[in-house]
């Protein structure tokens, strides 16, 4: 699969000092689902803020799509990586939801028939169509942060990048969004997805990047991050139960680890039957 | 059992909106007492919360009616300042809540308003501080914290008021799993110390480990109350309401619907290691 993000060195330091990335070396293909995850501070938005130029390097490099982002534009690197905020108020800015979708679209020039088209594909997509006149700031948390999603969608960017979509949202609202994510990645899409949310991460990535005080702890299969407990310990990180009840259970269980409800309740049945 | 707070007959329906946020609302929360309340977005969980501090319907003006008591006093015939003297409230949003240039003077401003002493401000900073983690944070600009750590300075700020009821309006929801766990941990601390403790939250496994009892609600109402362990292993109902029930839980409910004998469901991991071993030695 082609190589997208690489990132080389990356130290990423803030005025004031305070060093969120402190040697970054990672690379993202084509069609992956990533999880990021890490404590609180240890460096997850700062790193994704780097894809689409948001940031910069303090040292290091970034390449998006071989092209070093010191030397692109944010308007241009946006097109490829569309990134969804962790707070949705930072990206929300129209008077209805129609605008606010349309915004991105307009922006790229696109023909105002086509944009019409694609708002009314996302609204649909993100079930929102019955809000597109609605003022943004009457929406709830959740909602918003669904519109935020969506108008990242409508410029169609190739990489999307969602930091925390859970915050505010109930599970049922989380678990759709994070399907609809999973519907783009088999499209071929890639998801890169900022979370704390360890059963979401189970169910639905493939790969899992674990920060720690600005360094890469953990990178691997989702089924092995998941089980190396310790090793999450120390990044403040813990599993699912469905892993640590597997885990304590491996003994007396066959088959690969699970990561889904089903799977190990498949594995307690078949070993009830034994 | 005395009660911390108690809510009669509330209805209330926010100005300008088409449908009441809470209908015909009746509870008692008794003090010491740990409630978790769950439901969906939009079932009124928050305005439920702002009900028992008098913002609904003191600052936040709708339709209500009903009656409140917190900590003795009856919400309409008193200020919020004076009822949040007794109630600490952490809101969802830690930003709305955040006002000051460093995580110390946002502490202190709670206390100072309260006109006390220096030293017992400084106590008061340094004990919060404690309880959430956050000590080496003390002179640090709010906006340069990650979502998480602001959510610990809004219980901090909260818990330098000694509040004698603390309402926490999903606390946990930017932190990582260990930081929500040291929360929960750290309200069962307050929950020891004879504090009442209210709290909105998704996460059912904590809430089935710290929590006594359990509210669900869901468009407005109160649709179920009782012990933590029957409203948890309830998985049908919660799944109704598109609430995530305890793993430990949802993976009996699988089990069982396929035909396996189970007598008791497990809401921890600790209690499905220990069925789920029987049951598959033959116990």
Same mark, same amino acid.
Do not use: V
């Given at each position: 699969m082609e190589e997208i993000i690489r990132v080389e060195g990356l130290w990423h330091v803030y005025p004031g000092g305070v060093e969120a990335l402190r040697g970054v070396d990672l690379t993202i293909k084509q069609g992956e689902f990533i999880a990021i995850i890490g404590q609180n501070g240890s460096g997850k938005t700062t790193l994704v803020k780097h894809f689409n130029g948001l940031l910069k390097p303090t040292r290091g490099k970034v390449y998006v799509y071989g092209i070093d982002t010191t030397k692109a534009s944010t308007y241009e690197l946006s097109r490829k990586v569309g990134y969804v905020f962790q707070n949705p108020d930072h990206q929300i800015y129209s008077d209805s939801v129609y605008d606010e979708v349309a915004f991105g679209p307009r922006n790229l020039g696109f023909p105002e028939d086509e944009i019409k088209e694609i708002v009314k594909h996302v609204l649909e997509e993100l079930e929102l169509s019955e809000y597109v006149e609605t003022p943004p700031f009457m929406l709830g948390k959740g909602l918003r942060q669904r519109l935020a999603v969506a108008s990242i969608l409508a410029m169609k960017p190739e990489v999307l990048v969602v930091d925390?979509? +859970? +915050?505010?949202?109930d599970w049922k609202e989380c678990v759709k969004l994070v399907e609809f994510m999973d519907r783009l990645n088999k499209e071929g899409h890639t998801i890169i997805m900022v979370t704390h949310n360890m059963k979401l991460v189970s169910m639905f990535a493939k790969r899992v990047i674990v920060m720690k005080d600005g360094r890469i702890l953990l990178d691997g299969p989702t089924e092995e991050v998941m089980y190396n407990i310790e090793t999450l310990r120390e990044a403040y990180i813990k599993p699912p139960d469905v892993v640590l009840i597997d885990y304590r259970l491996r003994n007396l269980l066959d088959g690969k680890p699970s990561l889904r409800v089903e799977d190990l309740a498949e594995k307690i049945y078949q070993a009830c039957k034994r | 059992m005395e009660p911390a707070i108690e809510i009669r007959n509330v209805t209330f329906k926010y100005r300008?909106?088409?449908?009441?946020? $809470?209908?015909?609302i009746n509870l008692t929360v008794y003090r010491g007492e740990f409630i978790g309340i769950i439901g969906p977005t939009g079932a009124g969980k928050t305005t439920l919360c702002l009900t028992m501090v008098g913002i609904v319907p003191n600052i936040l003006k709708g339709d209500f009616t009903g009656e409140v008591v917190t900590a003795g006093m009856k919400t309409t015939e008193h200020e919020v300042s004076e009822i949040s003297q007794k109630v600490g409230m952490t809101m969802q949003d830690p930003e709305s809540q955040l006002l000051m240039p460093d995580v110390e003077r946002e502490i202190a401003f709670g206390p100072e308003n309260l006109g006390l002493p220096r030293d017992e401000i400084r106590r008061r900073i340094d004990y919060a501080l404690k309880v959430v983690g956050l000590e080496e944070f003390r002179?640090?600009?709010?906006? $340069?914290?990650?979502g998480g750590q602001k959510q610990k300075v809004a219980v901090a700020s909260s818990l330098a008021m000694l509040p004698e009821i603390m309402i926490l309006d999903e606390p946990t929801s930017e932190l990582d799993p260990i930081g929500t766990e040291e929360v929960f941990k750290t309200v069962r601390k307050l929950k020891a110390e004879g504090k009442t403790i209210v709290m909105v939250e998704h996460k059912t496994e904590l809430l089935s480990v710290f929590s006594d009892r359990i509210i669900v609600m869901n468009e407005g109402r109160i649709i179920e109350s009782g012990p933590t362990r029957k409203i948890l292993s309830d998985v049908e109902l919660l799944k109704k309401i598109g609430v995530d029930p305890p793993q430990a839980t949802q993976i009996a409910y699988l089990l069982k619907k396929r035909g396996i004998n189970l007598d008791k469901f497990p809401l921890t991991v600790d209690e499905a290691v220990e069925i789920f071993s029987e049951i598959v030695k033959g116990e």
């Open positions: 925390e979509p +859970t +915050t505010g949202q | 300008r909106a088409e449908k009441p946020s $809470l209908i015909n002179s640090r600009h709010p906006f $340069l914290m990650s």
